[in-house]
């Protein structure tokens, strides 16, 4: 069965990030993707010009007139911008009460661009949190998540993964995937946590600019992955090499001048 997979998030313009690169993920993956717009910006590769924020209450419209319809087997969570929006999220997700959540805290841009209010962050923390089978924070969010520096060393990650492990309810499989994309040197070592089993992702850094979206892309791909393989290890492995081939293969498109996006049809698509 083909899977249903919903994406709640921003709009990027230039389809690096947000609901474009999440709808484009979805697709490459196999599964079927849906959407609910819970922010308008005007970006791209380069800045974010502007935000325009989606009433939440026509956010909880979008998603429970999707939900009275359509089968949604995993939900992915990205940029959401207003605290009552993230308030308004986490009510309709705890009703409609899904399979899979995938959160990724978006918080800013590659840009260096704030994109989630500073009031929204404590009920990321105490409502939307607590309902995710996964969370995928990098380091700069983990820090922002328990009111800490971000650190940079593989040892600390295992600790900050256990404190992020906390936020996360425990009733059934919780997981905390720790990207470790911003340690220094040439080892982007992920960390996954279940509060018991301590699982380390290595990689090795690809040089390239084109990083536009990956942490939407990542998330996404683990929301396609999910409802096939009931297995948080294997998908995050899949999903984590997916996002890798796709920024190898980034240097193929041409799409702006600052950070590009990566390929998410990398393995559909001529290489050129």
Same mark, same amino acid.
């Given at each position: 069965?083909?899977?249903?997979?919903?994406?709640i998030?921003?709009?990027?313009?230039? *389809?690096?990030?947000?609901?474009l690169? =999440?709808?484009?993920?979805?697709?490459?993956?196999?599964?079927?993707?849906?959407?609910?717009?819970?922010?308008?910006?005007?970006?791209?590769?380069?800045?974010? $010009?502007g935000?325009?924020?989606?009433?939440?209450?026509?956010v909880?419209? &979008?998603?429970?007139?999707?939900?009275? =319809? +359509?089968?949604?087997?995993?939900?992915?969570?990205?940029?959401? *911008?207003?605290?009552?929006?993230?308030?308004?999220?986490?009510?309709?997700?705890a009703?409609w009460?899904?399979?899979?959540?995938?959160? =990724?805290?978006?918080?800013?841009?590659k840009?260096?661009?704030?994109?989630?209010?500073?009031?929204?962050?404590?009920?990321?923390?105490? #409502?939307?949190?607590? /309902?995710?089978?996964?969370?995928?924070?990098?380091?700069?969010?983990a820090?922002?998540?328990?009111?800490?520096?971000p +650190?940079d060393s +593989?040892?600390?990650?295992?600790r900050?993964a256990?404190k992020?492990?906390r936020?996360?309810?425990?009733?059934? @499989?919780?997981? !905390?995937?720790?990207?470790?994309?911003?340690?220094? *040197?040439n080892?982007?070592?992920?960390?996954?946590?279940d509060? =018991?089993?301590?699982?380390?992702?290595?990689?090795?850094r690809?040089?390239?600019?084109?990083? #536009? *979206?990956?942490g939407?892309?990542?998330?996404?791909?683990?929301?396609?992955?999910?409802p096939?393989?009931e297995? !948080?290890? @294997?998908?995050?492995? &899949?999903?984590?090499?997916? /996002?890798v $081939?796709?920024?190898a293969?980034?240097?193929?498109? &041409? !799409?702006?001048?600052? #950070?590009g996006? !990566?390929?998410?049809? #990398?393995?559909?698509?001529?290489? &050129?």
């Amino acid at each position: 069965m083909i899977p249903n997979t919903l994406t709640i998030a921003g709009v990027d313009p230039s *389809g690096g990030a947000g609901v474009l690169a =999440d709808i484009k993920t979805m697709s490459a993956l196999g599964a079927y993707g849906t959407a609910v717009i819970a922010a308008l910006t005007a970006q791209n590769t380069q800045v974010v $010009a502007g935000v325009c924020p989606v009433p939440p209450d026509f956010v909880a419209l &979008q998603i429970d007139t999707l939900f009275a =319809d +359509v089968r949604i087997d995993a939900v992915k969570i990205g940029m959401l *911008g207003q605290q009552a929006v993230t308030r308004v999220v986490a009510e309709r997700l705890a009703h409609w009460k899904p399979a899979h959540i995938v959160l =990724d805290p978006v918080m800013i841009a590659k840009s260096g661009d704030a994109l989630l209010e500073k009031s929204a962050i404590q009920e990321l923390r105490e #409502h939307l949190i607590p /309902l995710a089978t996964v969370i995928t924070p990098n380091l700069p969010e983990a820090g922002v998540l328990l009111g800490s520096s971000p +650190v940079d060393s +593989v040892k600390e990650m295992r600790r900050v993964a256990e404190k992020l492990r906390r936020l996360l309810n425990d009733r059934g @499989e919780r997981w !905390v995937f720790l990207k470790g994309g911003h340690l220094p *040197g040439n080892d982007t070592i992920d960390i996954l946590h279940d509060g =018991d089993r301590m699982i380390e992702l290595p990689g090795r850094r690809i040089e390239t600019k084109n990083t #536009h *979206g990956t942490g939407c892309t990542l998330s996404a791909a683990l929301a396609a992955l999910l409802p096939r393989l009931e297995d !948080v290890p @294997e998908a995050a492995r &899949q999903a984590k090499a997916y /996002l890798v $081939a796709a920024i190898a293969r980034s240097g193929e498109l &041409q !799409v702006g001048s600052g #950070h590009g996006p !990566v390929h998410h049809f #990398h393995a559909a698509w001529p290489a &050129q």
